[in-house]
């Protein structure tokens, strides 16, 4: 029989293409896409679509329980620069629809569950360089703090419950269909979107700050190998360390360069570079690569090529 979906939070950058993944994978009526409201209206217009309130255990359930839902990804989420501005609702989102979700695939109303967590629930008492899996966390956003307590809680729900929970910690994700909002790594999305635009970006990070990132298609197919992996192969159920290329704001700007030589950029740090100096700038992600065969595709530069061709697309 196949998988009914549910994505909560469809309309945000990794919602919105990961509806389209899912709906090709498993068919357009099994995907049913839900957000807050209907900002994206390619996804409403493209398969079923449902306003839910993420908080709202209720509207969650009855969605389930009347299109016949086993598996949902809960994709939304404020994220690290959102979240020092609305601490309470941050932790408000982060935590009870997680708890929504938890309680659902225990209560048997759903059979499985995908939910993201980040880089973010590293801080600086971490080893920055090649992160490993298991290592200290102190995060000091509260973005990182509801990443990592949730971690705790999908461990505990696992193993406590059995709920088949699985979830990945996403580096910064760079695509070119929906923009990412308030988070500390959006800057390497925005500049490919200001130098075609205007010639010229404004960078919130200083030149050096190296983080962790990938590119959209790797996300992607991430998520959707992990959720296909046998089961009994998982050896991590709180979240699964995940990396593919590491650069600075430097890196990135010469890449785009190399591509655009009249691309100019300036640094003008503020309060979102106290965050990214406190995340780790590699990752380890050994464990991913075993237990389920993760590999990425794209590097810098290959990326840098896709974004500014459909940038370029999308401006003209
Ligand atoms: C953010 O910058 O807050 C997110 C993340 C790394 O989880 N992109």
């Not at 389209?20 to 498993?26: G, Q």
Request: proline share 4%; net charge neutral; with cysteine.
């Amino acid at each position: 029989m196949a998988s009914k979906i549910l994505i909560i939070g469809a309309c945000g950058q990794i919602g919105t293409e990961l509806t389209t993944a899912l709906r090709e994978i498993h068919g357009v009526n099994n995907v049913i896409a839900s957000d807050i409201n209907t900002r994206k209206l390619d996804l409403v217009y493209s398969g079923p679509f449902e306003i839910i309130d993420a908080k709202n255990f209720n509207a969650i359930k009855d969605c389930c329980v009347n299109h016949n839902i086993d598996t949902v990804y809960l994709m939304a989420a404020l994220l690290s620069a959102t979240g020092e501005k609305y601490p309470m609702e941050a932790w408000d989102l982060n935590m009870n629809s997680l708890f929504h979700v938890l309680n659902l695939a225990k209560g048997g109303t759903i059979k499985k569950v995908y939910w993201p967590s980040s880089i973010a629930v590293f801080g600086p008492t971490t080893p920055s360089e090649n992160t490993p899996q298991h290592t200290i966390c102190e995060p000091t956003t509260v973005y990182g703090i509801t990443k990592q307590v949730g971690e705790r809680w999908c461990e505990y729900y696992h193993k406590k419950y059995g709920v088949d929970v699985r979830s990945i910690r996403y580096p910064g994700i760079i695509s070119h269909k929906a923009m990412p909002g308030g988070g500390t790594t959006d800057y390497a999305v925005e500049i490919y979107h200001e130098a075609i635009k205007k010639g010229s970006y404004k960078c919130f990070l200083s030149e050096n700050t190296s983080l962790p990132m990938m590119f959209m298609d790797d996300a992607i197919k991430a998520t959707t190998d992990l959720m296909a992996a046998n089961s009994k192969d998982l050896t991590i159920r709180s979240s699964y360390n995940l990396s593919a290329i590491s650069f600075t704001p430097k890196d990135i700007f010469e890449s785009i360069k190399s591509q655009m030589p009249e691309f100019t950029i300036t640094y003008k740090p503020d309060f979102r570079q106290a965050i990214a100096d406190s995340w780790p700038s590699s990752i380890d992600d050994n464990i991913a690569r075993k237990d389920w065969g993760w590999k990425h595709n794209y590097d810098l530069d290959t990326m840098t090529k896709v974004m500014l061709k459909e940038l370029k697309k999308k401006y003209d």
